[in-house]
């Protein structure tokens, strides 16, 4: 009854290779959040989507882009991955009322050969 | 948002209570104080969330001082399965509705000892 969905689990990509990896929810939740986290390290936000509108974070890289076709689904694009690019990639979902709370998913560990 | 303090690590015996404490020193009278543990290998885990009162659900209690500039998460019966590291995040609160995502710390890295 996994709520909030990412797949796959492990992705290995080459240098420069363009690569995506996707995010599915169940919660018909209006908001969807891509975070990614390095090892050792907390998540940090990289960009939201509330409804159809897209928000980027001032810091995140241009190689990175995302997607959101439907309600459902949200696809995070990397162009160009670098070695550093390596890491956990968190996909959450969240109503857009008042408090309400943040759920993620188990998360995409990307390697980078 | 305001920014948090909590210590790195803790330890706690399995069937005590565990005691997190967090700083939140220049919090907001619009912002609330959430935690979320994360598992190893798993995605953060949303736990709990206050404004101003305490709170209490199925798997912790929250409390908050008078003043809002610190909290406390208890696990009420601490079990292995509750080695996390565990996150406390002050986000805005939006009465529209709003969409901000949670700038998170370095958390407490919490070790329940058999």
Redesign the interface.
Known sequence: DAMVIQNPRYQVTQFGKPVTLSCSQTLNHNVMYWYQQKSSQAPKLLFHYYDKDFNNEADTPDNFQSRRPNTSFCFLDIRSPGLGDAAMYLCATSRAQGSQPQHFGDGTRLSIL | DAKTTQPPSMDCAEGRAANLPCNHSTISGNE?V?WYRQIH??????II?G?KNNETNEMASLIITEDRKSSTLILPHATLRDTAVY?CIV?V???G???D???????THLIIQP
Not at chain 2, 41 to 46: I, K, L
Not at chain 2, 101 to 107: D, R
């Open positions: 609330y959430y290998s798993q995605g953060p885990q949303y969330h404004l996150y986000r609160f939006y009465s509705g709003g969409a995502g949670l700038t998170f710390g370095k958390g």
